[in-house]
């Protein structure tokens, strides 16, 4: 079991960059393969990113393709989200979430959820 923190949302303007970070109050982040989801008003919870247990793969959704990066760091339990050239349409509240998978990505693979951590991107 892993209990999760995000921290780091806010308020940005379009074109800025936001960094997310994710950190364990209890478990280790090596036995979870983890992901980055948001889900705006009205819509469904979506990936953003995800990545394996390892570290060693990483996939993006293809509305942000090219503008994430994420990195997990097994041995302090944490994991970063840096998000750049954000637009109004990437508002939403960003989730952490952990997997007994080695590596998914669909939101039904995930059984351990942050309190999600609110992005707001102005025009």
């Known amino acids: 079991q892993v209990q999760l923190v995000e921290s780091g949302g806010g308020l940005v303007q379009a074109g800025g960059s936001l960094r997310l970070s994710c950190a364990a109050s209890?478990?280790?982040?090596?036995?979870?393969?983890m992901g980055w989801f948001r889900q705006a008003p009205g819509k469904e919870r979506e990936l953003v990113v995800a990545?394996?247990?390892?570290?060693?793969?990483?996939i993006e959704s293809d509305s942000m393709k090219g503008r994430v990066t994420i990195s997990k760091d097994n041995a302090k339990n944490t994991m970063d989200l840096q998000m750049n050239n954000l637009n109004p349409e990437d508002t939403a509240i960003y989730y952490c979430?952990?997997?007994?998978?080695?590596?998914?990505?669909?939101?039904?693979?995930?059984?351990?959820w942050g309190q999600g951590t609110q992005v707001t991107v102005s025009s």
């Open positions: 979430a952990a997997s007994l998978s080695a590596f998914a990505t669909a939101p039904e693979r995930y059984m351990f």
């Open positions: 209890v478990g280790t982040f090596s036995q979870f393969g």
């Open positions: 990545i394996a247990r390892s570290g060693g793969s990483t």
